[in-house]
């Protein structure tokens, strides 16, 4: 018999573009774990290929939101969940992730709610710096904002330092087997929390089915929005 159940939707993403990054190593890294074995489906969105203008309110004011724009809330609304890698650029989000969250941020329907693109996602926050700290100081605000705009960001945050010897050239997975151990944790969390919220209605009608053959009739069990 078919399962009621999908698998969970990941959009994995760099705060990154730059040649060679280690952000975007990081994320790589998490998607492979992902959807290799955890069950995950998986679609890396590479940011820089949008070519988002900079967040302009007077350019939305007079042009609206551009195609760019409305492509990558498209993709970001897509998925269940999402892994975001990326850099500390003096103690913060760097432009090109805060120029792209900014963007989704805007030009939601009036009946879909202030931040529909973002509100009960769930996400993984990882940062991978030359340094030692591993961008640890960015995960803070990171994880602040997208929490402020409504995505469940789990606790399991992972940084890594001395990014530059920290990846195998030619698997392009994390050498030291703690910060592999560390780095699939978090994206079990992710996929097991995404494969809950992305079945719920599929786990209340099997609970309703069940309750038909042992109680009978037990009223009506359902999930009225599938993002909740
Ligand atoms: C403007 C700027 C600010 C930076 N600030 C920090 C910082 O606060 N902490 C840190 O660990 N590295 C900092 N770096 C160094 C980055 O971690 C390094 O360039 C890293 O390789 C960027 O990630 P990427 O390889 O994914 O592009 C900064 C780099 C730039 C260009």
């Known amino acids: 018999m078919a399962s009621k159940f999908r698998a969970p939707v990941l959009a994995v993403f760099s705060g990154s573009a730059r040649q060679g990054s280690v952000n975007t190593k990081l994320a790589k890294a998490a998607e492979r774990l992902a959807d290799s ?53 003096n103690g913060f989000v760097p432009p090109l992730l805060l120029n792209a969250v900014t963007w989704a941020s805007r030009g939601d329907p009036p009946d879909a709610g202030m931040y529909a693109t973002f509100q009960r996602k769930a996400a993984i926050c990882l940062a991978a710096s030359p340094g030692a700290m591993g961008g640890m100081r960015s995960l803070v605000p990171s994880r602040q904002l997208f929490t402020n705009l409504g995505v469940h960001v789990l606790p399991e945050s992972v940084a890594i330092g001395g990014a530059f010897q920290a990846f195998d050239e030619s698997t392009g997975d994390l050498v030291d087997p703690k910060q592999h151990a560390m780095l699939k944790m978090a994206v079990q969390a992710l996929v097991y929390h995404t494969h809950d919220t992305a079945n719920r209605q599929a786990t209340c009608d099997i609970i309703q089915e069940h309750l038909k053959t042992t109680v009978g009739e037990y009223g009506s069990i359902s999930v009225p929005n599938q993002n909740v």
């Open 37 to 89: 074995g955890m069950g995950a489906t998986t679609k890396f969105l590479d940011l820089e290929q949008y070519q988002l203008p900079l967040y302009d309110p007077n350019l939305e004011a007079t042009h609206g939101m551009p195609e760019s724009a409305l492509a990558l809330k498209a993709d970001l609304a897509k998925a269940d969940g999402w892994i975001i890698a990326s850099p500390e650029y």
